[in-house]
């Protein structure tokens, strides 16, 4: 219990403030436990944002399983599409997915590497694939397909990044059930366009 308090305090201090600009104490008034018992259950602040890390992109990867299982990999279209929803809807409900890489992004370190290797390579080579696969088949448009899956998850990931600054500016409620389906399927007509990239 103590150390999913603790996950869950980390997980949103580290995606506000960095890991610089985050504390240890902050961490521990935030989840309303002793401070030693960092120190005690992860043995420093780097452990304890690699667990936080490894617990957002974990469940990210659980939901794509999950939502993609019923899925035949005979219907590449209907995969795509469901991956595509199921990154939306994960991005909404853990906005820290794209959080912790924007924090870390903004300079090298042995963070940022640890996260590309262990968490976004893997994904980046498995979608890219899948993508290269959709270009052959005329369904994704031509191009490179590591600058396509970057496209794909801006699209979804940085919106919703921006959801404070888009609600102000456009009156668009990315909270919403609507205005999320509404922004998983531009995604899939822009990316995904099928037989109009056929025949081009």
Request: hydrophobic share 40%.
């Amino acid at each position: 219990m103590t150390q999913q308090k603790l996950l869950d305090a980390a997980i949103e201090a580290f995606s506000e403030s960095g890991f610089k600009g985050t504390s240890t104490r902050d961490i521990a008034d935030r989840a309303g436990v002793h401070h030693p018992l960092i120190t005690y259950h992860f043995k420093n602040k780097d452990q304890l944002w690699r667990a936080a890390a490894d617990r957002i992109f974990r469940e990210f990867n659980i939901s794509l399983v999950k939502a993609t299982a019923d899925v035949p990999e005979s219907q590449p279209r209907a995969r795509a599409e469901t991956f595509v929803r199921t990154y939306v809807r994960y991005a909404h409900k853990q906005p820290a997915l794209h959080k912790f890489i924007l924090q870390e992004s903004s300079q090298p370190s042995a963070r940022l590497d640890w996260l590309i290797d262990s968490h976004l390579k893997p994904l980046f080579e498995v979608v890219v694939k899948s993508l290269r696969e959709l270009q052959e088949l005329g369904i994704a448009p031509p191009g490179d397909p590591a600058i396509l899956f970057n496209m794909i998850r801006v699209s979804a990931g940085g919106l919703l990044a921006l959801s404070a600054e888009i609600k102000g500016t456009s009156n668009i409620d990315l909270d919403s059930d609507a205005a999320l389906d509404e922004l998983a399927d531009m995604i899939i007509r822009c990316f995904l366009s099928g037989d109009e990239v056929a025949k081009q």
